[in-house]
């Protein structure tokens, strides 16, 4: 049997950047990418703390210790800059795998440095 579980989470991450008139998407600095063990174009939900939204999307790489946390398009509608969010990935495996599976959790500082 095949589940779905967490995989890797950003826990409350602050929103820098909203940027409407971009292609949709979640662009992340690339160290807190790395340190989530994850990757580009990964499919993410994105939770917002202040406001309760949940969206999918995907993630693009940002600049690397640039801090970036930035909803793009459409997403740029459902948080604010300054915003505290929880970006999740998931991952589907077998079940007596994911028994013993440790998922990536990061908990960013200021700036959203690790």
């Known amino acids: 049997m095949q589940i779905e579980v967490l995989k890797s989470k950003i826990h409350r991450a602050v929103i820098t950047e909203a940027n409407l008139n971009y292609v949709g998407s979640l662009t992340l600095d690339e160290d807190l990418m790395d340190a989530a063990n994850m990757i580009e174009n990964e499919k993410i939900q994105v939770v917002n703390v202040n406001n309760g939204e ?3 999307t995907y993630i693009i ?3 690397r210790g640039s801090g970036t946390v930035c909803l793009n398009g459409p997403a740029a509608r459902r948080g604010a800059v300054g915003d ?3 970006v999740i990935s998931y991952a589907t495996m077998d079940f007596d795998i994911a ?3 440790k998922p990536s959790i990061i908990f960013p500082k200021e700036g959203n440095k690790l």
């Open 84 to 86: 505290i969010i929880i």
């Open 99 to 101: 028994k013993t599976f």
């Open 54 to 56: 949940r969206i999918e």
């Open 61 to 63: 790489k940002g600049k």
